[in-house]
T-cell receptor
Framework: GDSVTQMEGPVTLSEEAFLTINCTYT??????LFWYVQYPGEGLQLLLK?????DKGSNKGFEATYRKETTSFHLEKGSVQVSDSAVYFC?????????????FGKGTHLIIQP | NAGVTQTPKFRILKIGQSMTLQCAQD?????MYWYRQDPGMGLKLIYY???????DKGEVPNGYNVSRSTTEDFPLRLELAAPSQTSVYFC????????????FGPGTRLTVT
């Protein structure tokens, strides 16, 4: 079945550092890929998405490129802020139409220190 | 436009009790989902629905039931609560169009003791 693997946390960085959170996936066909963010005590918010190979999703300074050849969707940001501290989830929708929900990675807890 | 709403926010149950977690969305989305989130484990799909009157099991359906009588509401029923059902429960919805992104509610934190 489909699966998502993302780097274990917590990841601790200083403000203005460069961020990379690795995400790789296993899926049949051509899934859509997502990054969601969860702030403490809240639900998940869509951060960005990509629906086909070589697409780049971007939002709030975060970027991720859908790489089919390496089955990856790594999240990057050039200069992180304390307000970016949260848990980040990589996810995919099944290539069979997506009706059966998203498959999530375990999440990466990001801590940004001032 | 409230998006996806869930009630209650918190609940403590005794073993063997039953309860219903409420979920509603006002975006006229056909697809709705229930997930549970356990620490360090990501989210697992419990049940989903592709429209009123149609539901199906996800990855971890045992101990739960759902119904979908309207487009807006998708309640999750726990019968005979067990400690293994201690978790945070999220409801989500999406439109029946391409892109497949889901919109999540704020969650219900359930403790079974």
């Amino acid at each position: 079945g489909d699966s998502v693997t993302q780097m274990e946390g917590p990841v601790t960085l200083s403000e203005e550092a460069f961020l990379t959170i690795n995400c790789t996936y296993t899926a049949t066909g051509y899934p859509s890929l997502f990054w969601y963010v969860q702030y403490p005590g809240e639900g998940l918010q869509l951060l960005l998405k990509a629906t086909k190979a070589d697409d780049k999703g971007s939002n709030k300074g975060f970027e991720a490129t859908y790489r089919k050849e390496t089955t990856s969707f790594h999240l990057e940001k050039g200069s992180v802020q304390v307000s970016d501290s949260a848990v980040y989830f990589c996810a995919l929708s099944g290539s069979g139409g997506g009706a059966d929900g998203l498959t999530f990675g375990k999440g990466t807890h990001l801590i940004i220190q001032p | 436009n409230a998006g996806v709403t869930q009630t209650p926010k918190f609940r403590i149950l005794k073993i063997g009790q039953s309860m219903t977690l409420q979920c509603a969305q006002d975006m006229n989305h056909n697809y709705m989902y229930w997930y549970r989130q356990d620490p360090g484990m990501g989210l697992k799909l419990i049940y989903y629905s592709v429209g009123a009157g149609i539901t199906d099991k996800g990855e971890v359906p045992n101990g739960y039931n759902v119904s979908r009588s309207t487009t807006e509401d998708f309640p999750l029923r726990l019968e005979l609560a067990a400690p293994s059902q201690t978790s945070v429960y999220f409801c989500a919805s999406r439109a029946g169009t391409s892109g497949y992104e889901q919109y999540f509610g704020p969650g219900t934190r359930l403790t079974v003791t």
